[in-house]
């Protein structure tokens, strides 16, 4: 009978030996597990931490200048590395098509600026999956509107010669003061003096010196690509416009933002490797 009762005090003893920290440890992980729900309830309260609207997204645009020679701007717009980038695109570079090559030029006087948009970002990419390329096509009269703000200067001596600023009247200095009228002029006609892809590095110079020397025009952007929404071919829809302008607006407040254009390596109006290699950075 003794041995009995001894046995049971021991096996209790022992119970309880293993069962007291059990409870105390279940007690403690349940007190934390409290807490921490109370710390996130109130970082909830105080709206925890808070993205800024337009710093994650990057945006890529074919912007296209409806005329009889069109002429072509990619931009990316990229918050996370706080860079706008503008790349310059003859007209006579060519795409691939379903019936063989043609040039980007000609496919937006035939098929307008979405074709010319697809085209490239298939000859780009392949089949392989790509990012979205939004296109925003407009007259030079209503591109002109849409940059309508300060004048901007810009050094003509990169890109033109002694001869050439003779024609455009403007060698007394290689400064020239434009206004969005006058960029408009100077653009017709050196794209009549220059080879294609010099015309069109001069245009992506002359854009980026209107978004580094405007500080009011970026923040502003997507509101004017809105107001003149009647006159433009674009596939942005509203909300697109309202995240891009999200984008803009968060790009205008950093004092790190760099703008800046390229061009696009080209042999006989056809990529080249390191032309194709340009554009996937560029649209990927």
């Known amino acids: 009978m003794g041995s009995r009762r001894g046995f049971f005090w021991q096996s209790l003893l022992f119970t309880l030996v293993l069962l007291v920290p059990m409870m105390g440890v279940t007690l403690w992980l349940l007190q934390a597990q409290q807490q921490q729900q109370t710390l996130r309830q109130a970082a909830a309260q105080r709206g925890g931490i808070t993205v800024e609207a337009g710093s994650q997204s990057v945006w890529r645009f074919l912007l296209v200048v409806q005329q ?13 590395q706080q860079t706008i980038t503008l790349c310059a695109l003859p007209a006579d570079v060519q795409v691939n098509a379903p019936a063989g090559t043609t040039t980007i030029g000609e496919c937006t006087l035939t098929a307008g600026a979405g074709r010319a948009a697809q085209l490239l970002r298939q000859t780009v990419f392949g089949d392989e999956a790509a990012p979205a390329l939004y296109y925003l096509a407009a007259t030079p009269a209503t591109w002109q509107g849409m940059a309508d703000a300060d004048e901007v200067r810009w050094d003509t001596s990169a890109f033109l010669n002694a001869d050439h600023r003779k024609r455009l009247g403007c060698e007394s200095d290689p400064i020239a003061v434009l206004t969005a009228a006058s960029a408009a002029e100077l653009l017709t006609k050196v794209q009549r003096i220059l080879p294609d892809d010099a015309a069109a590095a001069a245009r992506a110079a002359i854009w980026c010196a209107f978004l580094r020397q405007q500080p009011t025009l970026l923040p502003e952007l997507a509101d004017r690509w809105r107001q003149y929404s009647a006159r433009t071919l674009t596939n942005l829809r509203s909300g697109d416009l309202t995240s891009a302008g999200e984008c803009f607006g968060y790009l205008a407040r950093q004092e790190a933002l760099r703008i800046d254009y390229l061009q696009v390596p080209t042999q006989d109006n056809a990529l080249t490797a390191e032309g194709l290699r340009t554009l996937r950075e560029l649209l990927g």
């Not at 020679?69 to 918050?79: E, G, I, K």
């Open 68 to 80: 009889e020679q069109p002429a072509f701007v990619l931009v990316r717009a990229d918050s996370l």
